[in-house]
């Protein structure tokens, strides 16, 4: 009877920290529940035991330190071991466990500070302001700028719209997508020489096969030119093989950036449970480096491969679901933000032909709390950057080298959409020293651009029956004397 009393608890004490979570507990809960409640506390601040959550670790902060005194326990016998009773894997999803409660109220003060009043916002090193420069009904994605400063903006129910943000023209004859869940239009970018070539790049979940009735669709790479207001002289320059072309219908995140005279791109994993990531015949779960027409370029890393079945744009493998890229100025490295499952969204330097990992090693469990793996660095993988556990749902990011803000000069600005804000990471070369939020109250923050004049930009989305989209123009505002 007691031990169902704590699971109970602990359920409820979860389902207050993440409201979306389900009433019936998940696999780490029950494991928490069984093993740690009563003397960690229901909500990990300490009872018979010492507290989860006041950072005072006598044996090490990190994962792998408090991994090993669960399975080992302490030396002098207050913390028995379970070496015998948990499997590495278990063990891990306790680590997730420990992490969310340790997190959610520190994480909740941040972001009552990052809150702005009337639009105008204080952070450590710049004071700024958000306005609202444009709003529609539906989930926007991608976001470039025109060169008369009109907007282009992606809608994931397959809309293209250019707007100055008070009249707005829909481009018609646009891609079929499936808007459905994660899916539809995504990412959208204008290409470096618009003026000259008036080229615009989507990424589209299009059909897999559709002369059936599956609800499933792959990520193509579509280009084309904007004209009297119509979409015309469209070129797919990537597509799946026919045999992979409804290989998922979740988690098929994509986004661009133009770099050096490549095109690259991210296809996520599609959410399948075994491990196409890792397979190089398999299109996702993958980055790629194409010629802006599509070609491939001869140094690609798989680039005549001896296995004609592998496709030759990859450029990382072992991704679940990149949706962020950006050059750091001082290095000229290719920064990568990836969503991971709950727990383990991480942010990677991508190299050519590197393996990261997915879903082999990771910091993260299932989102039902079942164990994923116990393995977070793995010879022949590329370890992090930085990981986030709890998860942000982390998006767009941006290394900032405009004027507007000085103070933040390659500093890395991190969009999230689960836990719905802007944050900056400085670096001390690729070493992350300082993480502040700046925005936590505009919603799902996706994405994040630039204007021609340098300002900067970020689309927002509001989930529910209705859902809802905005952009705001960031700009400084005086500095506290």
């Not at 590495?88 to 941040?110: G, K, M, Y």
């Not at 950036?257 to 299109?283: K, R």
Request: a negative charge.
């Amino acid at each position: 009877m007691v031990r169902r009393l704590i699971l109970l608890v602990v359920t409820l004490a979860f389902a207050s920290a993440n409201p979306a979570s389900a009433q019936r507990p998940r696999a780490h809960e029950r494991l928490y529940a069984e093993h740690c409640a009563t003397c960690h506390g229901v909500d990990g601040a300490g009872g018979l035991g010492l507290s989860l959550v006041d950072d005072i670790w006598t044996h090490g902060a990190d994962d792998a330190s408090i991994a090993r005194i669960i399975a080992n326990g302490a030396a002098e016998g207050a913390m028995p071991a379970y070496r015998e009773v948990l499997t590495d894997e278990q063990i891990r999803s306790l680590v997730v466990v420990i992490r969310e409660l340790r997190d959610r109220p520190r994480f909740d003060a941040a972001k009552l500070e990052a809150a702005g009043t009337n639009g105008r916002y204080s952070s450590r090193l710049a004071d700024f302001t958000l306005t609202e420069v444009y709003a529609t009904e539906g989930i926007l994605w991608g976001l470039d700028f025109l060169p008369d400063d009109n907007m282009i903006l992606s809608s994931r129910s397959g809309r293209i719209v250019v707007t100055d943000g008070q009249q707005e023209t829909v481009i018609q004859g646009t891609p079929a997508v499936h808007d459905e869940g994660d899916i539809g239009l995504l990412d959208l970018r204008l290409h470096p020489d618009y003026k000259n070539n008036g080229w615009v790049y989507v990424a589209a979940n299009v059909d897999g096969d559709p002369h059936t009735d599956e609800r499933r669709a792959m990520t193509e790479i579509i280009r084309a030119r904007i004209r009297n207001g119509q979409w015309v002289d469209e070129e797919r320059i990537f597509q799946a093989r026919p045999e992979h072309r409804a290989m998922g219908r979740q988690r098929l995140g994509s986004r661009f950036l133009f770099h050096d005279g490549y095109l690259y791109f991210s296809i996520g994993d599609g959410g399948p449970q075994d491990q196409p990531s890792q397979d190089l015949t398999a299109p996702i779960g993958k980055t790629y480096r194409i010629h802006d027409d599509g070609r491939i370029p001869s140094d690609n890393p798989f680039a005549g491969h001896e296995n004609p079945d592998v496709y030759e744009a990859i450029w990382t493998y072992g991704n679940r679901n990149v949706q962020g890229f950006a050059i750091q100025p001082e290095t000229g490295l290719l920064f990568a933000a990836e969503h991971g499952p709950r727990g383990g969204d991480e942010l990677n330097i991508l190299k050519p032909g590197a393996n990261y990992g997915w879903p082999l090693v990771t910091y993260g469990v299932h989102y039902n709390g079942q164990p994923i793996s116990a393995v977070q660095q793995k010879e022949g993988i590329e370890d992090v950057v930085l990981h986030w556990t709890p998860s942000i749902a982390v998006c767009d990011i941006h290394f900032y080298d405009g004027n507007a803000f000085p103070a933040w000069h390659g500093d890395l600005l991190v969009t999230a959409l689960g836990r719905e804000h802007l944050r900056r990471l400085r670096f001390d070369g690729t070493t992350v020293t300082e993480q502040e939020l700046l925005i936590s109250d505009i919603g799902r923050i996706r994405t994040i651009s630039t204007d021609q004049n340098g300002t900067l930009h970020l689309v927002t989305n509001h989930r529910g029956e209705n859902p809802r989209s905005q952009v705001y123009r960031m700009e400084p505002s005086p500095m506290k004397k």
